[in-house]
């Protein structure tokens, strides 16, 4: 008696699963899953970085395309801390377009 209760139970247990599977694949394909991600390339918003203040705060820095903007998350709220702020990648960036001088002697007017 128990290995035909067994039996049973694996019997139900492949079809719920083998149902939840057709059902999924059903609604995929009919396109009621929602919009699809884009590419990884394409995407606008990143999160850069995030830091726990407290048990119920974080402080999360977003990147929206050349932009990053500091928000204060907790439970019940959002606060902007700043916004606009130019990426670590433009930082980067601005400071290779200074122009090193160098001192060479060539250059040197008396």
């Known amino acids: 008696m128990d290995t035909l209760v067994i039996v049973k139970f694996v019997a139900v247990f492949i079809f719920v699963i083998s149902l939840m599977l057709f059902l999924s694949h059903i609604v995929k394909r009919s396109g009621l899953a929602g919009p699809v991600l884009t590419r990884p390339s394409k995407r606008r918003l990143k999160v850069v970085e995030f830091l726990p203040v407290d048990h119920?705060?974080?402080?999360v820095l977003v990147r929206c395309d050349d932009r990053e903007h500091l928000l204060l998350l907790?439970?019940?709220?959002?606060t902007v801390i700043e916004t606009g702020l130019p990426s670590q990648d433009d930082a980067e960036e601005e400071q290779e377009r200074v122009v090193s001088f160098s001192r060479d002697p060539r250059n040197v007017k008396v």
């Open 74 to 78: 907790g439970q019940e709220s959002e």
């Open 56 to 59: 119920k705060r974080r402080l």
